[in-house]
């Protein structure tokens, strides 16, 4: 079955270190491919998406994404980690209309 | 401009009875999503809407949740009746469309059924 899969359950990084939170997919042809992040007792929220065109894509609070259709993944990124990005993230990625979630990664980012 | 709204956030119930989960989603968006996410784990879709119509109802539990979008607009997801294994937290999402769209989602409902 398709899926996307997030390799990592947990990350854990220091303050004013760069993040990366893993991400592979499954979709052939050309992905619809979104990152959420889910802050504790809050709703899901969206981060960026990859569509179309320039294989970097940057979203909200500094984030970034690369689309890399070789490797077939789509990392997360960010220069530098504060600790307000604790929270837990999900890599999506879109079948036919349908939002498929990764298990999840939990970002710990320590002082 | 009101985000999703569900309701109740919290529920707490004995196997057997019956739950009902309301949302009422961001004005305009004609797709709606019900998800289910259980603890440590990502959402899994429910049922998805666009207007009035379930236009993927393939992973719901027929025998045992329903749900409705009448007028297109707010939906409502029951359980009839829970099981132990329902405790976990449904998602109402909605997006204008459902190809490359964001969706939007409201806070969630908890459901603990004892």
């Known amino acids: 079955a398709q899926s996307v899969a997030q390799p990592e359950d947990q990350v854990n990084v220091a303050e004013g270190n760069p993040l990366t939170v893993k991400c592979t997919y499954s979709?052939?042809?050309?992905?619809?491919l979104f990152w959420y992040v889910q802050y504790p007792n809050r709703g899901l929220q969206f981060l960026l998406k990859?569509?179309?065109?320039?294989?970097l894509v940057k979203g909200s609070y500094g984030f970034e994404a690369e689309f890399n259709k070789s490797q077939t993944s789509f990392h997360l990124k960010k220069p530098s980690a504060l600790v307000s990005d604790s929270a837990l993230y999900f890599c999506?990625?879109?079948?036919?209309?349908?939002?498929?979630f990764g298990q999840g990664t939990e970002l710990s980012v320590k002082p | 401009e009101a985000g999703v709204v569900q309701s109740p956030r919290y529920k707490i119930i004995e196997k057997k009875q019956p739950v009902a989960f309301w949302c009422n989603p961001i004005?305009?968006?004609?797709?709606l999503y019900w998800y289910r996410q259980n603890l440590g784990q990502g959402p899994e879709l429910l049922i998805r809407?666009?207007?009035?119509?379930?236009v993927d109802d393939s992973q719901l539990p027929k025998d045992r949740f329903s749900a409705e979008r009448l007028k297109g607009v707010d939906s409502t997801l029951k359980i009839q009746p829970a099981e132990l294994g329902d405790s976990a937290v449904y998602l109402c999402?909605?997006?204008w469309g459902s190809g490359a769209n964001v969706l939007t989602f409201g806070a969630g409902s908890r459901l603990t059924v004892l």
């Open positions: 999402a909605s997006s």
């Open positions: 004005s305009g968006h004609n797709t």
């Open positions: 809407y666009e207007n009035e119509e379930a």
């Open positions: 979709v052939s042809g050309n992905p619809y």
């Open positions: 990859y569509i179309t065109g320039d294989n």
């Open positions: 999506v990625e879109n079948q036919g209309g349908k939002l498929i």
